[in-house]
């Protein structure tokens, strides 16, 4: 993968310094830095224009959403990424109403950062693993209460795919069936081996089943779209 621009934005002045040290010698180049949103956006246009945008929302206030459509309209190439503390309804469905490719937690392991980063420079949208499977079975009023401590970081891809696996589907008949290239399939599948701890397909399911994403799509029917 080329290299990708990130602007942080971020009010911990230490945790974005944490998150160029993470981003030294990876694909990922750090062009910027802010404290808000707000001083974020006087910031772009005056470098070099990131190709990624890291930001923590603090209260997903009418202002910050305001502000981050605004960078959409203005910055449409520019991919949004929310990471934050925890997952807070409103922040949530502010962020996805103005067009955040990604919400993502902070306590996520670094190799799941990084490959939830490339998933969504690809064109997916990534959620931590609980919040998928509640949007998959629409159960999205679970979605401000204490949430299990299981938080894989799985994309919704990636969990459309662990119910691919579950009907013993081939690389090819995923690809076909999500409407996606085979390459692709494999980018995912290798992401959410190491996220989930399996060593191959067949652990993978049994994750799955374990974790009732099997049951979910039986009982709905539903599948999460990017």
């Not at 190709?51 to 605004?70: C, H, K, Q, T």
Request: proline share 2%.
């Amino acid at each position: 993968m080329d290299a990708i621009n990130v602007f942080l934005i971020d009010a911990n002045k230490l945790f974005r310094e944490g998150m160029k040290r993470l981003f030294e010698g990876t694909s990922f180049n750090v062009v910027g830095e802010a404290g808000t949103l707000r001083e974020g956006l006087s910031t772009l246009g005056t470098g070099k224009n990131p190709d990624l945008i890291l930001i923590d929302l603090p209260s997903g206030a009418d202002e910050e959403v305001d502000a981050m459509r605004s960078l959409r309209e203005n910055h449409p190439s520019i991919r949004i990424v929310i990471l934050t503390n925890d997952l807070e309804t409103r922040r949530l469905s502010a962020a996805l109403g103005a067009g955040a490719g990604g919400y993502l937690l902070k306590d996520i392991a670094c190799e799941a950062l990084m490959q939830s980063l490339k998933l969504v420079m690809m064109g997916e949208k990534v959620f931590p693993t609980h919040l998928a499977e509640l949007l998959v079975s629409g159960r999205t009023e679970d979605m401000g209460a204490e949430l299990p401590t299981r938080r894989k970081g799985l994309s919704q891809r990636e969990v459309q795919i662990l119910r691919c696996l579950l009907n013993g589907n081939s690389n090819k008949m995923i690809a076909n069936h999500l409407n996606i290239t085979e390459a692709t399939v494999k980018v995912h599948l290798k992401s959410l081996l190491r996220k989930i701890n399996a060593s191959n397909r067949t652990q993978a399911a049994i994750w799955a089943l374990n974790n009732g994403i099997g049951d979910q799509a039986a009982e709905t029917g539903v599948a999460a779209t990017v």
